[in-house]
């Protein structure tokens, strides 16, 4: 019993080291994000297939770069209803603003809701949730990033290894079009 009561508290201990470290990280930012590229190298079109994980970015019709994603812990059960579903939305949206001081590692907003959306929530009497983003790993936890597609671990967002994070940061100029589907 004595070797339980330490694994236990062993394993608080370390889970609030972990938040600790969670929390500074945070706080750190994500450092410098890159520059964007020149237009004529930038993509015009994202497009998510949320049952393959994939998000292509697209200029022009030809496809720039391909990668894996982690959706919402509700996987690709159905279009975002309302806060708190942990559901990726689908439809099309923009991408509207960036933040290169993200929680993690860089973030692109989605601009879900759109008028739809916030409509069918409030005839279901709920907020529609928001704050959509295609980000990279919680700041500090980059070292993750060959194992974070391996379940969907996200509050809804479109999550990628921080390194991809980079590149489609410095690829999808605001404005962007999205279209997320299952």
Avoid at 74 to 84: S, V
Avoid at 138 to 166: F, K, Q, S, Y
């Amino acid at each position: 019993m004595h070797a339980i009561k330490r694994f236990v508290v062993l394993g608080l201990i370390l889970v609030a080291l972990l938040l600790g470290y969670t929390k500074v990280m945070a706080r750190i930012g994500s450092g410098i994000a890159p520059d964007l590229e020149q237009p004529d190298r930038q993509a015009d079109l994202i497009t998510v297939d949320k049952r393959q994980r994939r998000m292509v970015l697209w200029r022009q019709g030809e496809s720039l770069a391909e990668y894996r994603i982690s959706l919402g812990g509700a996987g690709d059960e159905g279009h975002k209803q309302r806060e708190g579903d942990q559901r990726t939305p689908e439809g099309r949206y923009l991408i509207d603003w960036r933040n290169p001081k993200s929680m993690a590692h860089l973030s692109l907003h989605i601009s879900y809701p759109n008028e739809q959306d916030e409509a069918r929530a409030r005839a279901a009497g709920y907020a529609p949730g928001g704050n959509i983003m295609i980000h990279g790993l919680a700041n500090g936890w980059g070292w993750l990033g060959p194992l974070h597609h391996l379940w969907d671990w996200t509050d809804g967002c479109i999550a990628v290894r921080d390194d991809e994070m980079r590149q489609i940061w410095a690829l999808v100029p605001n404005g962007t079009p999205i279209e997320i589907r299952r």
